[in-house]
């Protein structure tokens, strides 16, 4: 993948020079850091859907999944301030908040997954739970999709073949479509069983975001099953399907029918607070657990577990599953509408308020460039969106779970003029 | 190193099931989880140097790092609510707070160290360091101290020899005394040459913490040098020394007259916010940031960077870094008085408030029963340490940097009770 939405320093409109803060920016950052747009925006203030950049302008947020339950939540924020002017220690004194946590979240999963470890991003959840699968496997293979990204530290970068493209990921990793063929699952186990590595396991985005979105259920079940019977593990990487984006329940996995062994979690479940999580089977967990001592100073601390309590507490109280079940079944109807007839639209899928849109050429071909162009003239219009897919030319729709009928109606008003610019 | 303060369930008084809390805590997050003390601690409240557990009895924080600038301290959380209230988005929106952080960070650090990245623990900035090497170095070798901690993601548990013994690194780690000979860094080097692995980095601890606290200036140099001609680059990991501890200035590595290539900070960042960066000089980390657009998702973020710039002012308009010379002086001089003519006590040793102290057995041998029982019983008078080193004897004495004259006297008074009923 190409991230079609991620400058370099120089795609900025007029350089990184024409703006000071951006050439400060640079300066002490590096060149590691890139930001959205051809226009940086700089952002300023947040509430809602709604974020206000430097000059007062508003923007509609349809794009960011970290301020799940909203930007600047009043009820996350109590929470937060009460507990960091209490007491923010770590688990290594007792502290109730990370028991009554876990035992709510775990309340939410399947019954066989009955454990749960705290980390600070999804990297360190998928991480450590590579770690369990080797040490429960004896196994090291790893199974990801093709433009899979699973996060930043050296073991998950090389199961993210985003990130340096798929002969970019270790030896010990495999891909494939995110269609999960059965042939190409066999050829992958038995490949993985001839060159030593074994099999671990398979880790998957139940959404495939990274890919593309990909929300056609229990497409998972039959490779799982495959997967299992080589000895390997399932690990669920929920950091974007994940506390209710796809409208059908709090995890991605779900839709699948099946029963993840690890479950991986992160980005919205404190609201942009650094907390993350991976969910276990005991009897997976066990080997690792019993053998490392694992430590995270800052994870599950209780500034951390209150942020993530009061997320659960807006999702149930706001009903945000069934709203992103409905407002984003009402966002979807209303793409196809407008996708109909227009031959640079193809298919517009997703699940509850995570929509994918492809952009074509006009000839049924992935348009990179146009996609790219469509991103930056909606951000001109206030709207934030993004690409994904292995060919850059898919809209990325993943606004707060807080959405409204109304943002929907603002979001296509502007989605429509501006593929309405596109036909000139 | 054996953890001597980290209990297995088994080691809890009156086993898990005498407690509800620890019984529900060990039944949902598994056996990786372990509580300090046979008597673990449960902890309600925080204020400076002061905690307290849920029957009201107050405890002297002398082992905390991580709310360096004092629990709950008001001006941090300020901060943090304001910043809260307004937003927080990520690194791809310009934002202000995360430039001028960086600025102010970067003019405390020597000039070529002039670019930084962030993340969210200091096992994530050592990972990324770890990489950043590897790739400008084209060698992936590693020395490191045969007590080394630097955290727990896959890449730093391989360089971390305190969690699976010496044997337990990886096959490209070397490991050396934290007194740095010189003919065992020219042998590590020479097998690190021999094996193909080539030598990336050495990566210390700048005081050297879980090696048993070693204050002495000027040991890193020689090391540096000779890693240096080999083609490796020196990794300070400043998780634990950085932002003043020492007393003799921000970062531990200045008292060994070496400017890093790269430098790791966590833990006191932003009292007890998930927040770690790692600084570089901008030609070493140019090949990595050049290809690979690491992205943090919480890295960086406004309320991150709003809760590390509240810890800079504390530490300035507080003089932390100055009390921490004085007041951990005087600390370091009282307990060198009551070690006199002690059989039961070693060297005494630390830097600011860092401090360590060995516990023999009468006859001068290290004795790590005793360590136990002396922290045990130091918990039971309402003053919280721990131990560390390879024999697991030496009293890690580490307290917020607020610590006061009147804490060290609460402090010495306590220890010497403890003291004379060792006698006994």
């Given at each position: 993948?190409?991230?079609?939405?991620?400058?370099?320093?120089?795609?900025?409109?007029?350089?990184?020079?024409?703006?000071?803060?951006?050439?400060?920016?640079?300066?002490?950052?590096?060149?590691?850091?890139?930001?959205?747009?051809?226009?940086?925006?700089?952002?300023?203030?947040?509430?809602?859907?709604?974020?206000?950049?430097?000059?007062?302008?508003?923007?509609?947020?349809?794009?960011?999944?970290?301020?799940?339950?909203?930007?600047c939540h009043p009820h996350v924020i109590d929470a937060v301030?009460?507990?960091?002017?209490?007491?923010?220690?770590?688990?290594?004194?007792?502290?109730?908040?990370?028991?009554?946590?876990?035992?709510?979240?775990?309340?939410?999963?399947?019954?066989?997954?009955?454990?749960?470890?705290?980390?600070?991003?999804?990297?360190?959840?998928?991480?450590?739970?590579?770690?369990?699968?080797?040490?429960?496997?004896?196994?090291?293979?790893?199974?990801?999709?093709?433009?899979?990204?699973?996060?930043?530290?050296?073991?998950?970068?090389?199961?993210?073949?985003?990130?340096?493209?798929?002969?970019?990921?270790?030896?010990?990793?495999?891909?494939?479509?995110?269609?999960?063929?059965?042939?190409?699952?066999?050829?992958?186990?038995?490949?993985?069983?001839?060159?030593?590595?074994?099999?671990?396991?398979?880790?998957?985005?139940?959404?495939?975001?990274?890919?593309?979105?990909?929300?056609?259920?229990?497409?998972?079940?039959?490779?799982?099953?495959?997967?299992?019977?080589?000895?390997?593990?399932?690990?669920?990487?929920?950091?974007?399907?994940?506390?209710?984006?796809?409208?059908?329940?709090?995890?991605?996995?779900?839709?699948?029918?099946?029963?993840?062994?690890?479950?991986?979690?992160?980005?919205?479940?404190?609201?942009?607070?650094?907390?993350?999580?991976?969910?276990?089977?005991?009897?997976?967990?066990?080997?690792?657990?019993?053998?490392?001592?694992?430590?995270?100073?800052?994870?599950?601390?209780?500034?951390?577990?209150?942020?993530?309590?009061?997320?659960?507490?807006?999702?149930?109280?706001?009903?945000?599953?069934?709203?992103?079940?409905?407002?984003?079944?009402?966002?979807?109807?209303?793409?196809?509408?407008?996708?109909?007839?227009?031959?640079?639209?193809?298919?517009?899928?997703?699940?509850?308020?995570?929509?994918?849109?492809?952009?074509?050429?006009?000839?049924?071909?992935?348009?990179?460039?146009?996609?790219?162009?469509?991103?930056?003239a909606m951000r001109e219009r206030g709207v934030l969106i993004?690409?994904?897919?292995?060919?850059?030319?898919?809209?990325?729709?993943?606004?707060?779970?807080?959405?409204?009928?109304?943002?929907?109606?603002?979001?296509?008003?502007?989605?429509?003029?501006?593929?309405?610019?596109?036909?000139?």
């Amino acid at each position: 993948m190409t991230f079609s939405n991620i400058m370099d320093s120089n795609s900025y409109q007029g350089g990184p020079g024409a703006d000071p803060l951006i050439e400060a920016r640079s300066t002490v950052l590096g060149p590691a850091y890139r930001l959205f747009y051809e226009r940086p925006v700089h952002l300023v203030r947040g509430q809602g859907t709604k974020l206000y950049d430097a000059d007062g302008r508003e923007y509609l947020d349809a794009y960011n999944n970290v301020a799940s339950v909203g930007h600047c939540h009043p009820h996350v924020i109590d929470a937060v301030t009460r507990q960091l002017n209490t007491l923010n220690t770590h688990t290594r004194y007792l502290h109730e908040s990370i028991v009554e946590y876990s035992q709510r979240l775990l309340a939410g999963m399947p019954a066989e997954i009955n454990q749960v470890m705290y980390a600070c991003t999804g990297s360190e959840a998928n991480d450590l739970a590579l770690r369990v699968a080797a040490m429960y496997t004896g196994a090291t293979g790893v199974i990801v999709t093709h433009e899979a990204y699973h996060g930043n530290t050296e073991a998950v970068t090389a199961i993210s073949p985003s990130m340096g493209g798929r002969a970019g990921v270790g030896t010990h990793v495999r891909t494939v479509s995110a269609q999960l063929g059965r042939d190409e699952i066999a050829a992958a186990i038995a490949d993985l069983q001839d060159s030593g590595h074994g099999v671990s396991a398979l880790v998957v985005d139940t959404i495939f975001s990274s890919d593309g979105i990909y929300p056609d259920p229990f497409v998972l079940a039959p490779a799982v099953a495959a997967v299992r019977a080589a000895g390997g593990v399932l690990i669920a990487d929920e950091v974007q399907p994940g506390f209710g984006r796809t409208g059908a329940g709090m995890w991605g996995f779900t839709r699948h029918g099946v029963v993840p062994d690890l479950v991986t979690m992160g980005k919205p479940m404190a609201n942009g607070m650094p907390v993350s999580a991976m969910a276990a089977r005991a009897e997976v967990l066990a080997r690792f657990a019993d053998r490392v001592p694992y430590f995270n100073t800052f994870g599950g601390n209780p500034v951390s577990m209150a942020a993530a309590a009061a997320v659960l507490d807006v999702i149930e109280d706001q009903r945000l599953i069934s709203n992103a079940a409905t407002v984003g079944g009402d966002l979807r109807a209303e793409l196809t509408r407008l996708a109909a007839g227009n031959p640079r639209v193809g298919q517009v899928r997703g699940a509850g308020l995570y929509i994918g849109m492809e952009v074509l050429d006009g000839a049924g071909a992935p348009d990179r460039e146009t996609a790219r162009w469509i991103i930056n003239a909606m951000r001109e219009r206030g709207v934030l969106i993004s690409v994904c897919g292995a060919d850059g030319n898919v809209l990325k729709i993943r606004p707060p779970l807080v959405f409204s009928m109304s943002d929907v109606d603002r979001f296509i008003a502007e989605l429509t003029a501006v593929l309405a610019s596109l036909d000139k």
